[in-house]
């Protein structure tokens, strides 16, 4: 049984960098167009100007709450999120409270603590334990662990709003490279290599800390960079710098590339569903978890030897030169990304994941 129109809340914190609002856009346009409403309550939204500037009409955006004036008219939800372990606030949750215990059926609202994406094991261990609340307003109602994933038994990937087949249409432009990371060592090899290709290739560096290491860059090597500087030309190869995209033009922007180096999370996902060759940055911790992070995925997919090479590389784990990027690496990694991208279409989608659980919930409530 479809679940059709649930009110369903998301809170997401801004922690860094543009992923946990990229994901939490892009969960809660899914949701909306499955059919559902969305309140996203954000503590900081401006990235949304560039990111989603047409918006959603099933996707409400929503200030932190800080008193209970912020939530007088908010009805009460459905389903409630909180992404990545945010802390959803006091204000929200003593109000919530009361108005649960009120229903005629309090269980039959549903409450989902949504994790970071991993290709590790524990992944589907985890997935969809219950976790009690202990104190608190809430105390007495239990959380829900739902974690995106790659096999069967997770919660899946966040699909692109295209499918697959659409991505594949032919590209009208010269071949050209996409650049995503933060400041990554190797970034120089990648310079230098693309300064001595022939036929050059063009690097679209995306806005942001991508293009603010490149522009370091191509000043240690004593070119004069302005802050208007949009184009360079290095050898038969061209650096361009992209403004902010909206994440459907960034989207197509990966589905049209011959090469993406993305990042994050997000971008990550979006470059499997591009299908093309693609280097990813995994976001670096302080206690050395993304090596174990990398590596679960690169092998659990069995990514050919030149492509763990250059992840090891690019992501400061291996002390090896970033090996040529040559027609037929390239041609490898494409093969490879295609047979991924076929083999992940299969899993299960998480918006409609999340859906399936909530129905699952709500209908043992009722019985
Ligand atoms: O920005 P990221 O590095 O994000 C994160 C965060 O650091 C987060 O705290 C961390 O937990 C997570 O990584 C693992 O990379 P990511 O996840 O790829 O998010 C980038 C988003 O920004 C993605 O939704 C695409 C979007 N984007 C655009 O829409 N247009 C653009 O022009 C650019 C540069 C990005």
Redesign the pocket.
């Known amino acids: 049984m479809k679940p059709l129109g649930l009110q369903w809340d998301l809170f997401c914190q801004?922690?860094?960098?543009?992923?946990?609002?990229?994901?939490c856009?892009?969960l809660a346009q899914r949701l909306g167009d499955l059919g559902h409403t969305v309140n996203l309550f954000v503590d900081d939204s401006s990235?949304l100007s560039?990111?989603a500037p047409k918006g959603h009409p099933h996707v409400q955006c929503k200030a932190w709450p800080k008193n209970t004036d912020d939530l007088l008219t908010h009805p009460q939800p459905d389903v409630l999120i909180e992404a990545?372990g945010c802390e959803i606030p006091q204000v929200y949750l003593s109000q919530l409270a009361p108005a649960l215990a009120q229903r005629a059926n309090p269980t039959s609202w549903v409450w989902i603590n949504l994790e970071?994406?991993s290709a590790e094991d524990y992944v589907e261990r985890m997935h969809q334990m219950p976790s009690p609340v202990w104190s608190g307003p809430m105390k007495g109602q239990t959380k829900w662990f739902f974690y995106p994933g790659f096999t069967l038994s997770t919660g899946g990937l966040l699909r692109a709003h295209k499918p697959p087949q659409d991505l594949k249409a032919p590209n009208a432009s010269p071949p050209y490279w996409v650049l995503?990371c933060?400041e990554p060592k190797a970034l120089s090899d990648l310079i230098q290599q693309i300064s001595l290709r022939k036929p050059g290739v063009t690097l679209k560096v995306?806005?942001?800390?991508?293009q603010a290491a490149v522009r370091m860059e191509l000043e240690n090597r004593g070119f004069e960079m302005t802050p208007d500087t949009q184009l360079v030309e290095l050898g038969e190869s061209q650096i361009e710098f992209?403004?902010?995209?909206?994440?459907s033009?960034?989207d197509d922007l990966l589905a049209q590339s011959e090469l993406n180096f993305?990042?994050?999370?997000?971008?990550?996902v979006?470059a499997i569903w591009a299908q093309k060759p693609f280097v990813w940055q995994?976001?670096p911790q302080s206690d050395q978890a993304h090596e174990s992070k990398l590596m679960a995925f690169l092998s659990r997919f069995k990514a050919p030897q030149s492509l763990v090479e250059a992840h090891l590389h690019w992501n400061d784990l291996s002390k090896a030169t970033l090996a040529a990027l040559s027609p037929q690496v390239l041609l490898e990694w494409r093969q490879w990304s295609e047979s991924l991208c076929e083999l992940l279409s299969k899993n299960p989608e998480l918006g409609t994941a999340l859906e399936h659980f909530v129905t699952q919930k709500r209908s043992q409530a009722d019985t």
Do not use: C, K
Request: glycine share 10%; net charge negative.
């Open positions: 801004v922690v860094d960098n543009h992923g946990d609002l990229g994901v856009w892009r990235a560039w990111m990545f970071y994406l995503f933060y995306t806005a942001g800390r991508a992209l403004p902010y995209l909206s994440q033009d960034f993305v990042r994050g999370e997000d971008s990550w979006r995994i976001y």
